[in-house]
């Protein structure tokens, strides 16, 4: 079975700062990670895959096997990053797929 | 729109009650998933239909049902409703099964089981 941990419900940072949002992760097969974001008022959206090795409005988020973890970084904060941020775990199988998600953390970018 | 939508958007009904939720798919995507999103708790996922058969189940109750439609909208059954029933029902939509990861999510459809 695959879970997903994120151990902070609420991170609150100064703008400019560096932010890390942290994910691990437990899965017996091949990984794939992505981190969904959702502002105020809109749709649950994704933000970025590790397969994609991009940045994203400023974050990265590197996998790492070792650590099963997947943290969201961004070395300097901005208030409209504001938002509730959900990493998210993909096991396919052949018949369908799923994502499993994590409980999510509430950013707070405060000026 | 060609978004995925949801509907009703809010719903409140009491205990024992059946209500029933629909999704209407982005315009092209095939797959559709449910998740449920209580207090305290992240989304849950329900199941998923892929061209109108079931092809990953989650955690579903067995007083919840589903299905997809040839039209490919989806409705999701709730019935015999609990207080505990009460949450966010998320619907999600994808071209295939998951290949790049990327779902579309509607707005939901909050229930309150009174």
């Known amino acids: 079975a695959q879970r997903v941990t994120q151990p902070e419900k609420l991170l609150s940072v100064f703008k400019g700062a560096p932010v890390e949002l942290k994910c691990n992760y437990s899965y017996s097969g091949s990984p794939e990670l992505f981190w969904y974001v959702q502002y105020s008022r809109q749709r649950l959206q994704l933000l970025l895959r590790?397969?994609s090795r991009e940045s994203i409005k400023g974050f990265t988020a590197d996998l790492n096997k070792g650590e099963t973890s997947f943290h969201l970084k961004k070395p300097f904060a901005q208030e409209e990053d504001s938002a509730m941020y959900y990493c998210?775990?993909?096991?396919?199988?052949?018949?369908?797929?799923?994502?499993?998600f994590g409980e999510g953390t509430q950013l707070t970018v405060n000026p | 729109d060609s978004g995925v939508t949801q509907t009703p958007k809010h719903l409140i009904t009491a205990t024992g009650q059946r209500v029933t939720l629909r999704c209407s798919p982005r315009s092209g995507d095939l797959s559709v998933y449910w998740y449920q999103q209580s207090l305290d708790q992240g989304l849950q996922f329900l199941i998923q239909?892929?061209?109108?058969?079931?092809?990953a189940k989650g955690n579903i109750l067995e007083r919840f049902s589903a299905q997809q439609f040839p039209d490919l909208h989806s409705e999701l059954n709730l019935s015999s409703l609990e207080l505990g029933d009460s949450a966010l029902y998320f619907c999600a939509s994808s071209k295939g099964t998951l290949g790049t990861g990327e779902l579309f999510f509607g707005e939901g459809s909050r229930l309150t089981v009174l």
């Open positions: 998210a775990l993909s096991a396919r199988k052949t018949s369908g797929s799923r994502l499993t």
């Open positions: 590790h397969i």
């Open positions: 239909y892929y061209n109108g058969e079931e092809r």
